[in-house]
Each structure stands twice: as structure tokens, then as C-alpha cells.
């Protein structure tokens, strides 16, 4: 079955204490991208990647890293994380070609 | 600055009544409109994508229409299992500095549809 994983589905973490959020997807898609979804604001884009080894900055990137080894894999990582990144993340991914993105199925994230 | 618009934010209709939902976009140069579906605690769903001004697009209930500076979804006869959120995102232009990669999401119309 075509998907987007996303692990771990919730979180509750302490400030300051590193903590990434694995994305796989098993459709050979180039395309990856993290959102955050939050009450209010919609869906905003943190980072994504066009391909192994390229990454970009979206619109919200402050507190953030990816990295892209893998085709299949897209980590986000939260190397301080603050309560302001209380949030509900998304993954998603993409053939270049269709644009069509598939989302994973959220991440919601807690941090005291 | 590349804005996306969605109104109304909350809707709510009867089963069968039509409707429609509005996304206005304000960007230098577009690239693509897409359309999601969103149920509550999900991801959202991939809908349409739209490419240029006179487009459109149909599944179901579903239909999607593009302007130069907005987009409807046009629901016909809504039934209960409508109900969702609907987004609508747009990709800015490589030429007009845009990335491929980026999308913008307009924050969503909320759809209750009642038996």
C-alpha cells in the first residue's frame, strides 16, 4: 500500500530536550516536505526536499533541521525544542512530475 | 507578499443544498492551485490541481474552477460525509522567485453538512 509513515504519532517532550520525528514514504517519490498545523494559523511549511541531499527553507524553518540521505526518509529534528513548537506536524511527499502531495498521518507534538 | 484567502470559514449546509467554497490568491506568477480535504485528525487528502485560469476540474459532488485571482469549489447535492475541512494551496512561479517546492495554504472553510 502507498504511504507516508510517520513515527512517533504523539509526543510529549520537556524544553530543550533533542528529539527527531521520522518520516519514511515507499512510492519513490523525489519530493518531501514537513508542515506544521496549528489553530488559526493553517497549515504552514517548515522545510522540504527536492531530492537526496537538497533541502530548502518553507515559510516557518526557526528551530528546525532536516536532513535527506535517503530517498525514502525526511527526519525532522528538534534540537532545542520550546513550547511555541506545540504543534500538529504533517510529512508529505510527491513525484516532481504530479504535484499531487500525500500526507502522513500527523504527528502531535507536546512540549512543557 | 504571496497570500492565500479562503472564505467562508465555516459553512454549513443541508443535505442537497449546493454550494460553493472561495480561495483568493494574491501571488506574483502562478504555478499551480491544489485542493485538499482534510477530516478531523487526519492528513489531508489530495482533491485537484489546477494549472491556469479557465480550468476545471470534476470528481463526484466535487468542482474545481480557476480565475486569475481565485478558485471555487462548487459542491453539488452535499451529503453528510462532506463534511471536512477543505484547503486550498498554491505553488508561486519558478520565474516569479518561487520555489517548486513551496506551497502556501490558505487556512481552510470548515464544511458541516446535515441530514
Redesign the interface.
Same mark, same amino acid.
Given at each position: 500500500e502507498a504511504q507516508?509513515t510517520q513515527n512517533p504519532r504523539y509526543l510529549i517532550t520537556v524544553t530543550g530536550k533533542k528529539l527527531t520525528v521520522t518520516c519514511s514514504q515507499n512510492m519513490n517519490h523525489e519530493?518531501m !516536505?514537513w #508542515?506544521r498545523q496549528d489553530p488559526?494559523? +493553517?497549515?504552514? $511549511?517548515i522545510y #522540504? !526536499?527536492?531530492n537526496v541531499e537538497v533541502t %530548502?527553507k +518553507? %515559510?516557518v524553518p526557526e528551530g528546525y533541521k532536516v536532513s535527506r540521505k535517503e530517498k525514502r526518509n525526511f527526519p525532522l529534528i528538534l534540537e532545542s525544542p520550546s513550547p511555541n513548537q506545540t504543534s500538529l506536524y504533517?510529512c508529505?511527499s510527491s513525484s516532481?512530475s #504530479?504535484?499531487? $502531495?500525500?500526507? +502522513?498521518? +500527523?504527528t502531535r507534538l507536546t512540549v512543557l | 507578499e504571496d497570500q492565500v484567502t479562503q472564505s467562508p470559514e465555516a459553512l454549513r449546509l443541508q443535505e442537497g443544498e449546493s454550494s460553493s467554497l472561495n480561495c483568493s490568491y494574491t501571488v506574483s506568477g502562478l504555478r499551480g492551485l491544489f485542493w485538499y480535504r482534510q477530516d478531523p485528525g487526519k492528513g489531508p487528502e489530495f482533491l485537484f490541481t489546477l494549472y491556469s485560469a479557465g480550468e476545471e476540474k470534476e470528481k463526484e459532488r466535487l468542482k474545481a474552477t480557476l480565475t486569475k485571482k481565485e478558485s471555487f469549489l462548487h459542491i453539488t447535492a452535499p451529503k453528510p460525509e462532506d463534511s471536512a475541512t477543505y484547503l486550498c494551496a498554491v505553488q508561486v512561479s519558478m520565474n516569479y522567485g518561487g520555489s517548486q517546492g513551496n506551497l502556501i495554504f490558505g487556512k481552510g472553510t470548515k464544511l458541516s453538512v446535515k441530514p
Open positions: 507516508v519530493y !516536505s #508542515y488559526g494559523l +493553517g497549515l504552514r $511549511q #522540504y !526536499s527536492m %530548502d +518553507g %515559510d504533517f508529505a516532481l #504530479y504535484n499531487e $502531495q500525500f500526507f +502522513g498521518p +500527523g | -
